[in-house]
């Protein structure tokens, strides 16, 4: 089946900072979303990016579906970022999540 | 709104009971799954359903059973469970399959 890499795994940042999270897939998907599940756990869909760039707010993602990948931009990165980032592809009519970039922002 | 509601939150059984985990939505979305996350293994697929009376096995199906009687809801039922069913589990519902609404997720484990 078609497989997901995110990277990094893990990323302690400053608050300020801004960082790049990259998003891998193996084969030719119909859609990819970024989710954000904070620290209670609670998972909230970022965005809905099958092609192209979006943004919203600090956040802004881009998705170059020919070369099979998707970054996350997070810019001047807040305490209240912290979390586990997780990309999904669309398979037919699965989602197939990665493993997720554990982000830590640090005042 | 109370979007997808899951429960219980939290759930203790030992092996070899059965339960059922609740899952139900008030938007009217067709399409509806679970999935269960694991340390480091992010969020796997349980099983789905594309509307009412229609399943179908995601990634991990072994163990457990899915039936979507209504739009609302879609319970998902361990038979006998195992500690390797020790996880939390979310239920999603989407419009269109595509843009999804996660519950607040259920932590079972199995003793």
């Known amino acids: 089946g078609i497989q997901v890499e995110q990277s990094p795994p893990d990323l302690i940042l400053q608050e300020g900072a801004n960082s790049t999270l990259r998003c891998n897939f193996s084969d030719s998907v119909n859609n990819l979303q970024w989710f954000h599940q904070n620290p209670w756990g609670q998972l909230i869909n970022l965005f809905y990016?099958?092609?192209g760039t979006k943004q919203n707010g600090r956040l802004s993602a881009t998705t170059v579906a020919t070369e099979r990948y998707s970054l996350l931009y997070i810019s001047s990165s807040q305490t209240t970022d912290s979390g586990v980032y997780f990309c999904a592809v669309h398979n037919t009519d699965k989602l197939i999540f990665g493993t997720g970039t554990r982000l830590q922002v640090f005042p | 709104n109370a979007g997808v509601t899951q429960t219980p939150k939290f759930q203790v059984l030992k092996t070899g009971q059965s339960m059922t985990l609740q899952c139900a939505q008030d938007?009217?979305?067709?399409?509806m799954s679970w999935y269960r996350q694991d340390p480091g293994m992010g969020l796997r697929l349980i099983h789905y359903s594309v509307g009412a009376g229609i399943t179908d096995q995601g990634e991990v199906p072994n163990g457990y059973n899915v039936s979507r009687s209504t739009t609302e809801d879609f319970p998902l039922r361990l038979l006998s469970a195992a500690p390797s069913q020790t996880s939390v589990y979310f239920c999603a519902s989407s419009a269109d399959g595509l843009t999804l609404h996660f519950g607040n997720g259920t932590r079972l484990t199995v003793t």
């Open positions: 938007m009217n979305h067709e399409y």
């Open positions: 990016i099958p092609s």
